[in-house]
């Protein structure tokens, strides 16, 4: 308890520090580890990968595809980091850590601003040690950015609107909340624009419009902020890519989410209250025993609620549906988890059972994932088990000490500390340990590590321009070549194997379904070998018939020698 007050007083005195030393700790280390996973991350630093290569910096695509699903101002700083750091799995994904610690620190100046440090320190430590914020921060998404301008533009609207800040000020806090929501336009798009939904929603429940009549003109510097910020990419774009823009942009990846399942990405209307719940762990449990703490409310919860219920309703309305798109909610659910929080280490007599059960849960799903990594030893080969095994031995560990501390109505600030850092060490175990010694065994799509051998077979037999995908576009082999592949159909292959040289060795992957097809248009004097390639390997015939996909999505490789007697 001594060292925990002393570590307490320290990150009041240096919070700033304090934030950064511990992003530093959580984030960076093993942030390059293990390959980019598809479809989306290989998607989205492809994308950037493309910009550097062709130094078109407007209309993002891989190779000769446009690839206007998002705007760029995600691209724009992974393309700058492998430009800085050469093109990895580190630099694609540096950027979203960098997004996470910025939210982090907007998050602290919120909660710093409206209850003091140690207020700003904790909602700080509750949102970097969720595991929904936690993905967020290391994988190569374009949601960060959204997430930070969010929090930045509603951040400016509390300021003014709560506090009557001086009108000389207001000014500023206009232009850096437009700045955010631009920022925010950027990242995803016109979803951007929500914070300006929230904060209506927030004046019309409490009935006082009396905030627009004292910004007055000063809201115009939000708005001419927002044009400013995002308006030249949307009118540069518009320009250069009309029927793109508006058909997939737009109406695609915009408008259609709200009526069709993109991707087969839907769920009932209640997904996100699971996720929310999931993402939170282990401070939902706080959430869950709100009702019973007795906590004074006040206008700050009416607006954070407010933060978090018009996305929850807007997203759960949405038919496309993915757990991060929900995470511009979570700055505003670290806030309340912390007020939480903090009443109950002032209130223990008012804390329910509710959270030492929750801890010994989270022990219980410990062992669950241990029996996977046993059941893993079992069925699956060339699987390092003991790496599914292991994160399972965190949680059991330190959610069971900190179920056992909670006991009795024991202070629960040790148990929240405990709670907080066996989260932080199990998703470091999860990334830097399990998830790259699993990266090859992807079942939906072809595995990441299938890339990388490819890319790697520069080995005097295969040239780096020698790679094709027939009929099928796989993003992971654009990154992981450097974008050195080829890809199309009938016309595109023909133009490929007339420039592979003699005895040279060309690679093509090709759909189980298009092996037939591709065949007849193979020249005969070409030496042909094809393996499959497997992303799982099961000792039993009949789980492996239940977890592959149909054959005919299996990928195969085709290996085309050009006899040397081709050379006149």
């Known amino acids: 308890m001594e060292q925990l007050a002393r570590l307490r007083s320290w990150a009041l005195d240096h919070p700033i520090f304090a934030i950064v030393v511990v992003w530093l700790a959580i984030t960076l280390p093993g942030l390059g580890s293990g390959f980019l996973w598809d479809n989306d991350e290989t998607y989205y630093a492809g994308s950037a990968l493309n910009m550097l290569l062709t130094g078109d910096w407007i209309v993002p695509a891989i190779g000769d595809k446009v690839f206007l699903d998002k705007p760029p101002l995600a691209y724009w700083a992974m393309a700058v980091f492998m430009k800085t750091f050469g093109v990895s799995e580190f630099a694609a994904r540096l950027p979203s850590a960098l997004w996470a610690l910025l939210t982090l620190l907007v998050t602290y100046a919120l909660g710093a601003w409206k209850a003091g440090r140690g207020m700003g320190l904790l909602a700080a430590a509750v949102l970097g040690t969720t595991m929904l914020f936690g993905v967020l921060g290391r994988m190569v998404l374009v949601d960060g950015p959204l997430v930070f301008g969010m929090a930045v533009g509603l951040w400016a609207f509390w300021r003014m609107e709560s506090a009557g800040e001086r009108p000389t000020a207001w000014a500023g806090w206009c232009v850096l909340g437009g700045i955010g ?242 989260t932080a060490l199990f998703f470091l175990v999860m990334m830097t340990i399990t998830m790259p010694r699993v990266a090859g065994v992807q079942v939906v799509t072809v595995a990441t590590l299938d890339a990388m051998e490819l890319a790697a077979l520069d080995d005097g037999a295969v040239g780096n321009d020698e790679l094709f995908t027939y009929s099928h576009f796989e993003p992971s082999l654009f990154f992981y070549s450097q974008g050195h592949m080829n890809n199309g159909k009938r016309q595109e292959l023909a133009a490929f194997l007339e420039g592979v040289a003699p005895g040279r060795r060309a690679l093509v992957l090709v759909r189980e379904k298009h092996l037939d097809e591709l065949g007849r248009l193979l020249p005969g004097e070409w030496v042909v070998a094809i393996r499959a390639y497997d992303s799982l390997v099961l000792r039993s015939e009949s789980l492996e018939a239940r977890f592959r996909k149909k054959d005919r999505y299996r990928i195969r490789l085709v290996e085309l020698v050009r006899p040397v007697a081709d050379q006149d």
Not at 223 to 231: E, N
Not at 261 to 274: R, T, W
Not at 307 to 312: R, S
Not at 378 to 394: I, N, T
């Open 181 to 422: 929501v631009g920022a925010a336009v950027m990242a995803k798009g016109p979803l951007g624009l929500l914070p300006g939904v929230i904060a209506l929603v927030y004046l019309a429940i409490r009935r006082d419009f009396s905030f627009l009549r004292r910004a007055h003109w000063r809201l115009a510097l939000g708005l001419l902020a927002i044009v400013l910020v995002a308006g030249p990419w949307y009118l540069a774009i518009a320009r250069l890519e009309t029927e793109q823009f508006v058909d997939r942009f737009l109406l695609e990846h915009n408008l259609a989410r709200f009526t069709t399942p993109i991707n087969s990405h839907e769920g009932p209307f209640f997904y996100y209250l699971p996720v929310l719940l999931l993402g939170m762990i282990p401070w939902s449990f706080f959430l869950v025993a709100a009702p019973w703490s007795r906590r004074p409310r006040d206008a700050f919860d009416l607006f954070l609620a407010c933060w978090v219920g018009v996305p929850l309703v807007m997203f759960s309305i949405m038919t496309t549906k993915l757990p991060h798109y929900i995470a511009p909610a979570f700055p505003a659910l670290a806030l309340l988890t912390a007020r939480e929080v903090a009443w109950f280490v002032a209130h223990p007599e008012c804390r329910p059972r509710i959270v030492s059960a929750g801890f010994w849960f989270m022990a219980i799903v410990g062992l669950a994932v241990v029996g996977a990594g046993v059941a893993a030893r079992v069925l699956v080969e060339d699987l390092a088990w003991w790496a599914v095994m292991l994160p399972g031995v965190v949680l059991v560990a330190g959610f069971g000490l900190a179920g056992w501390w909670m006991r009795d109505r024991r202070p629960c600030e040790p148990a929240c500390a405990l709670a907080a850092f066996t």
